[in-house]
């Protein structure tokens, strides 16, 4: 199993940014996949989730309305659009795979949200 984010940066202040997760070596349409995100001296948190099939979502209450997750089975990716940023988005952000009662993680990707 391999997931591997990208699109992470620096932006101002209501701004955005479309964070992607490439997944490969496992049957990827089949599981649901989530964003977490772990500033530092804080605990990871969960973010949002997609179904396997990509028509339910679900969204943690601090990004409820500003970010969007979605993904593409014909290739193998999730994806985080994420408008209105705010300075306590500001974390690494990292792409999940719940797979048989095991988690599997890529290696994150940094957003940084500051003037």
């Known amino acids: 199993v391999q997931l591997v984010e990208s699109g992470g940066g620096l932006v101002q202040p209501g701004g955005s940014l479309r964070l992607s997760c490439a997944a490969s070596?496992?049957?990827?349409?089949?599981?649901?996949m989530s964003w977490y995100r772990q500033a530092p001296g804080k605990e990871r948190e969960w973010v949002a989730r997609?179904?396997?099939?990509?028509?339910?979502?679900n969204y943690a209450d601090s990004v409820k309305g500003r970010f969007t997750i979605s993904r593409d089975n014909a290739n193998n990716t999730v994806y985080l659009q994420m408008n209105s940023l705010k300075a306590e988005d500001t974390a690494v952000y990292l792409c999940?795979?719940?797979?048989?009662?095991?988690?599997?993680w890529g290696q994150g990707t940094q957003v940084t949200v500051s003037s």
């Open positions: 999940n795979a719940l797979i048989r009662v095991r988690n599997y």
């Open positions: 070596g496992f049957a990827f349409s089949s599981v649901s």
């Open positions: 997609i179904s396997y099939g990509g028509v339910s979502t």
